[in-house]
């Protein structure tokens, strides 16, 4: 089974080299990596589905755990839609992934960029649930606990992120950078990307090359359109993602800092925002097929499927709520006629006491 597994990690090596060689190597020492039996998992609210690895990163095969989904357009599962029973992160290479640091150490896991500095604690999971707790090899006692999870939206998973350094000090320039390529079908691996969301405070930087390492000690490229630490729209098209690297400044001992991230699919970009407002998200990007190669296929407004990647609690503006359903009923004819009949009733009875 190893050897299966490696010959076909080595296909989509091969593959993503054409593309970008630099992740040759890192995608040969990402598949030689077995995580634990049962260290993986599977996870869906109906709508949604997302493959979650041992530390936390996304991508595993379809089957983990006896949940086989069967994207049309890959073999693993890291961003799925059912509506479209395809996936938005796993297809080419398993491009996504985060990093953290402190004290000017980091640790990774990607299972394309490779995986390094990071100890897997723990993984947990249910059905719809995934908890996965990772220390930085080289700062005892530096934690991420990452609990995805069904998110106020029914087009969104939540990623509830905590960042915790237990021991008896404090720790400096603590970081978070989460990394991935986006795939959105139909067109996979040409797309238009947006990234919104500067200057929300604790972004330090930004861009739309999918394919680096997410050591949050390396600075964002841009790779096909995208702009360097600023906000675009509709970059592309072209084979390329988000990289985003949160700096939360210093953290005294036995402290904790927590944000979120979001995944998720809407049918349209219009919705797509609104489940980003939903749960109150700060920074984002969305993902969108080519538009006119297949049709259906739209950026402008988001069809047959906008692909959402945002964060939430990292100083940023939220986006606004959706507006409260206002209710439209207008009472059926019967209804008024019953009404009416009701208060003439009414005013005779009142007349006849009256005359007593």
């Not at 897997?120 to 934690?143: C, D, I, K, M, N």
């Not at 001992?253 to 927590?258: L, N, R």
């Not at 207008?330 to 006629?337: F, M």
Request: hydrophobic share 40%; net charge negative.
């Amino acid at each position: 089974m190893m050897a299966n597994a490696l010959v076909r990690c080595g296909y989509f090596a091969l593959a993503a080299t054409a593309r970008r060689s630099v992740l040759l190597l890192g995608l040969l020492v990402a598949c030689s990596y077995a995580a634990p039996a049962g260290a993986q998992a599977i996870i869906s609210n109906g709508g949604i589905a997302l493959g979650v690895d041992s530390l936390g990163q996304l991508n595993v095969p379809d089957g983990t755990g006896g949940v086989f989904l069967t994207p049309t357009n890959s073999g693993s599962v890291g961003l799925y839609s059912f509506a479209l029973d395809a996936d938005a992160t796993s297809p080419g290479c398993l491009c996504e992934g985060f990093g953290i640091s402190a004290n000017g150490v980091s640790g990774f896991a990607d299972n394309a960029a490779g995986t390094a500095g990071l100890t897997s604690v723990s993984f947990g999971s249910t059905a719809s649930t995934a908890t996965a707790v990772a220390e930085l090899s080289s700062l005892t006692g530096f934690t991420v606990t990452q609990f995805y999870h069904p998110s106020a939206s029914p087009d969104l998973f939540i990623d509830e992120v905590t960042l915790t350094y237990g021991t008896g000090s404090a720790v400096s320039d603590l970081r978070y950078n989460r990394t991935m390529d986006w795939d959105i079908p139909p067109t996979t691996f040409d797309e238009f990307v947006t990234l919104q969301g500067w200057p929300a405070t604790a972004l330090l930087n930004s861009g739309d090359d999918g394919f680096q390492s997410p050591d949050p000690l390396v600075a964002s490229d841009i790779f096909c359109g995208g702009v360097a630490n600023a906000n675009f729209t509709d970059a592309g098209p072209c084979d390329h993602g988000a990289r985003f690297t949160f700096g939360f400044g210093g953290l005294a001992a036995g402290g904790t800092k927590s944000f979120s991230i979001f995944y998720g699919a809407s049918l349209s970009e219009a919705a797509a925002l609104t489940a980003l407002g939903t749960v109150g998200a700060e920074v984002y990007s969305l993902g969108q097929c080519h538009t006119g190669v297949v049709i259906g296929c739209d950026a402008t407004v988001g069809t047959p499927s906008t692909f959402i990647f945002g964060f939430a609690g990292v100083g940023g503006t939220a986006l606004p709520p959706p507006d409260p359903p206002v209710s439209s009923a207008v009472p059926e004819p019967s209804s008024l006629i019953l009404m009416g009949s009701g208060l003439l009733a009414a005013v005779r009875y009142r007349r006849r006491q009256s005359s007593k």
